[in-house]
């Protein structure tokens, strides 16, 4: 097998993009569930005439119907009527091209509904998962510990074994699981051997596969690098298969719970400032796939990189898009963020995509200097009655409730550090 790093395929020209994409830090994109099942076409929704005809179909022929829907027609008839819900809603969750994407750290913890924005009901239905780790975006667990790096936590037992009982707890109709490292290695390294401890303690019934992003020229790597292995069943002694080197999966974030009472008000904000944080990584990928595009498709010329500051030239949009990820890893003549190519419609759309950018920043401050206006003065009845109320509800609300008493725990400990400073524009890499 050839181990060479591609930087990402060079896809369609359009004018426009989908402007609810997130993106982790490495560039890789993910859709919030209430985007996944919203259908992009109109045409995919079921007429009334055509879907009493439908329903008059043999069970089998129905069934049949049914397999070839994609995920948001699915979505739909899950609510439809009462003979599609059940067929519709096992299809829907067993579709093995959609990936839930779920924070490693917060199952390392035990998996407790107080350190997560998921819907916990939703988590039972998903079949086909990516655990991440060390993702700032992905939540704001790792950086509320005090503690050791994940990686000195998965060389215990103790919290292999916690790990594996809160995601058969949380997920158990999970039958594929795919572990993420997120240090990179050179392409043909080994399958990871911190990871592969933690995937021993796996349970049986589950199929187990580890992926890593690879470095290039140990400079840069790219989101389409991951290499998955897959752990081969009935081995004494198993063995890790590499099955993929350009593994980059339709990654999907499960739906959020229902935020409610002043610590729901706070996860709230926590969550949307770190989907701004995705929103605007995903705004870099957006400019990086659409300039390359449009070098390739529409101007078929060599590929001018677009910082004022830079400017240098590349025959081919590949090799402009490595330049692109090595120049701004070493921040490099790429000081903010990535330039749109020279196209009046694209210019636009991310002219419009900037301002609702910039919209949510503001909202984001608004929404802290409000949370401090709850919070009080200091020594004030106000601060002291929020105080209780917030500890009233961790102890009381089963959506928050958690392994440590309400005054020990970090959701409180981040509340007070975040309600005691002073607003000022937040950045998206700030420690969240
Ligand atoms: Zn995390
Ligand atoms: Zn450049």
Redesign the pocket.
Known sequence: MEFRTRVAQVGPWSTSFDGNLRANQYGETRLPFRHHVRSTRRDTCPRKDGFSKYLQLPVELQRHVLSFCDPASLFQLMHASYSTRQEAQKLFWADPTSRYVI????LLTGGHPRHTNHNLDALIHMQYIEV????WS?????NWRERQSYFDEIQSEEKIAAFWRALHHRFPNAIDVVLDEYQSQRPGAPVPEKIVHLAMGSPEGISISISQLRWCNDKWYSPESRHVWRKRSNDTSPTWDLIETFWNPRRILPPTKKYSGPVGEYMRYKHKHVELGELECARDVHALRVTAAYYLHVAQTPCVCLWPACGLQFNRPEEWMAHYLEATLRRQDHDGAVPPPPCEAIRAAFLHHDMMLAQNRRQRLDELARLQAVWGEPGSLQRSAAAQQFLQQLRDDPSYAGEVAPEESEIWLRYQQNMNVSVVAPTPSENM
Not at 103 to 106: I, K, Q, S, V
């Open positions: 924070d490693g750290e917060w991440t780790f060390h993702e992905c939540g704001f667990f790792q």
